[in-house]
């Protein structure tokens, strides 16, 4: 059985950010009668990714912000800067993240580990709202 839902997170500017509340808000009527079953969270942006990581320490948000700009300093010489000096440093920040993430779904709940939870990774400095396609397959 599958279900899939197309959704919009809240704009958010640079940063990690956690949205598992968010996302569980718009996933709920398709994961709640799930027995045993995997979500697929698919972000639709060249500029942001998701992942899963600690959900309760604010400042392990902080530093991976910060290791990922260490990772990818802005300061290198892009080419591609069409919408601005962080264009393409976001694109290569994505493809190292990632775009999709994958959840077992156990009995109508996520079965993320006690201090994991879903990230918003956005890249760009300027705050944007972030489409994400959920797919449930049971």
Not at 1 to 24: A, I, N, P
Not at 42 to 52: D, E, N, P, R, V
Not at 95 to 100: D, E, K, M, N, Q
Request: aromatic share 6%.
């Amino acid at each position: 059985m599958g279900w899939q839902k197309t959704f919009t997170l809240s704009q958010r500017s640079k940063g990690c950010h956690l949205v598992t509340d968010e996302v569980y808000a718009h996933i709920t009527p398709g994961i709640k009668d799930v027995k045993v079953g995997m979500l697929f969270l698919f972000i639709q942006h060249t500029s942001a990714a998701l992942t899963i990581n600690e959900n309760c320490d604010r400042d392990v948000r902080k530093d991976m912000d910060m290791a990922l700009d260490n990772i990818v300093p802005e300061s290198l010489d892009w080419m591609h800067t069409d919408e601005g000096p962080d264009d393409s440093v976001s694109h290569t920040k994505t493809s190292l993240i990632g775009a999709t993430i994958s959840i077992p779904i156990t009995d109508g709940h996520l079965n993320l580990g006690t201090w994991q939870g879903i990230y918003l990774t956005e890249f760009r400095h300027a705050a944007h709202s972030r489409r994400v396609v959920a797919t449930v397959l049971s």
